[in-house]
């Protein structure tokens, strides 16, 4: 069974600073991974994923991820946090077959002016 | 071009009552998904079709029931609401990957 882990619930960063938020995974075969945000009452809005080649996913509003095979890891990065970058994120990874989705339990990012 | 379309948008119920959310798609997707958010929790499967005719259960599928007619529309039927139930509701259709999310309906029962 395919399952995500998001371990930190709350993630604060200054304005400027570079961002992580974290993201584990376990799937069997290979991993179609993604991350989503999602704004106040607002649905969710696709970032970028991560099906195969390049381990650096580039994706919208300046967002990135990379993935780790080893580590089992897709971290969504930015170099410089701005404060409409404050949202939910959720990972959400699926196998290579036709299966659901699975979402992580979401990571609250607030970036302080 | 509407891509999918979640009515209503927010609801009440009482317990005990039934109602249908409704979920409409334009993209002609074969695969169509409901999720529940609750705070704390993520989005969680309840069911999923992966084409008309054809549904099946997710993670959480007690309360719910579905039926998949036509490419176009997954309604999810509440046949005697619980307070439980109490969360957004989010449709979701996929292809070759990419996933596409309604805006939710928001569901109180009290």
Redesign the interface.
Known sequence: AQSVAQPE?QVNVAEGNPLTVKCTYSVSGNP?L?W?VQYPN???Q?LL?Y?TGDNLVKGSYGFEAEFNKSQTSFHLKKPSALVSDSALY?C?VRDSG?T???????TRLSVIA | NAGVTQTPKFQVLKTGQSMTLQCAQDMNHEYMSWYRQDPGMGLRLIHYSVGAGITDQGEVPNGYNVSRSTTEDFPLRLLSAAPSQTSVYFCATERGGGYTFGSGTRLTVV
């Open positions: 619930d179609y993604f989503y607002r649905g969710l696709f994923k099906i959720f959400a036709n659901p989705l699975v979402f992580g339990k979401g």
